[in-house]
C-alpha cells in the first residue's frame, strides 16, 4: 500500500482524475456517492481543494423534501443537457429550510466537476461518470453519524429518509458499479479500485483529521 505520510493531500488522487478521458462534453464528472452521514461532503470539498478548486455539485442542492430522489430529470435538463454541449449550466438550488428553490446559480463546464450526493451513481448518471467513488463506511454508522450531527429535531426526517434511501439502493445500487473505494481512517483517507475498477494499486494518504462532517 501506498503512503503519503509527509505531506496530507489527495493530490495522488487528483491527478488521477485529472487525467481521465471528458466524460460530459468537456468535462470530467466524478461522482461521490455512499450513505448519507458517511462523509461525502467533506471528502469532497478537501478533493475538490486537491484538484485546484474543482467545482462541487451537491445534490442535496438538487432533491426536495417532495422528491428525494425523485431529481433525475432536474438534473439532466439543467445540468447535464447544457456542460455535455459545454454551456453553463443553470440551476436553482433547494432551500430545506424555506423549502423552495432559491435563486439561479451558473456552473460554468470545468475539466473536473465532483457531483456527491447519495444516488450520485445511480443508473441514470452513471453513462456521463468519468469515475465513480464510493465512501466505504457501512449504512448503519453513517445514519447515527447523520442522526448525530443533524440533532433531535431532525429526527423525523431521518425516519424517512432512512426508509427512502434504503428503497433506493435496493433498486438502484451504487456501489457493485464503484470504480474507486474510499475508506476513512483515523489519520485520513484510502482509496482502492472498487468493483467496477480497472486499476488496481491501493493507496493512503492522510488528511486533516479524517473525520467525517456530512
Not at 496530507?8 to 456517492?33: H, N, Q, T, Y
Not at 464510493?134 to 448503519?140: D, G, L, N, S
Request: charged content about 25%; hydrophobic content about 35%.
Amino acid at each position: 500500500m501506498e503512503s503519503h505520510p509527509s505531506h496530507p493531500s489527495l493530490k495522488p488522487l487528483a491527478r488521477e482524475l485529472a487525467a481521465l478521458p471528458c466524460s460530459l462534453g468537456p468535462v470530467r464528472l466524478v461522482g461521490i456517492d455512499g450513505h448519507a452521514g458517511s462523509g461525502k461532503s467533506t471528502f469532497a470539498a478537501r478533493l475538490a481543494e486537491a484538484l485546484g478548486g474543482a467545482p462541487v455539485l451537491h445534490l442535496d442542492d438538487v432533491a426536495s423534501h417532495e422528491e428525494l430522489f425523485g431529481w433525475e430529470e432536474r438534473l439532466r435538463s439543467q445540468v447535464l443537457e447544457p456542460l455535455a454541449g459545454g454551456r453553463p449550466a443553470h440551476w436553482a438550488p433547494y432551500d430545506w429550510v424555506e423549502r423552495r428553490f432559491g435563486p439561479e446559480r451558473v456552473l460554468e463546464p470545468a475539466p473536473v466537476l465532483l457531483v456527491e450526493g447519495v444516488g450520485a451513481g445511480r443508473r441514470a448518471l452513471r453513462p456521463h461518470l468519468a469515475r465513480l467513488l464510493w465512501m466505504e463506511t457501512p449504512r448503519a454508522e453513517s445514519w447515527l453519524r447523520g442522526r448525530r450531527r443533524d440533532g433531535r429535531e431532525l429526527s423525523g426526517f431521518w425516519d424517512g429518509w432512512e426508509r427512502a434511501e434504503h428503497a433506493h439502493f435496493s433498486r438502484d445500487p451504487s456501489r457493485p458499479f464503484a470504480d474507486t473505494l474510499v475508506r476513512q481512517s483515523g489519520t485520513g483517507y484510502e482509496w482502492t479500485s472498487g468493483a467496477g475498477g480497472t486499476t488496481g494499486t491501493p493507496a493512503s494518504v492522510t488528511d486533516g483529521d479524517g473525520l467525517p462532517r456530512a
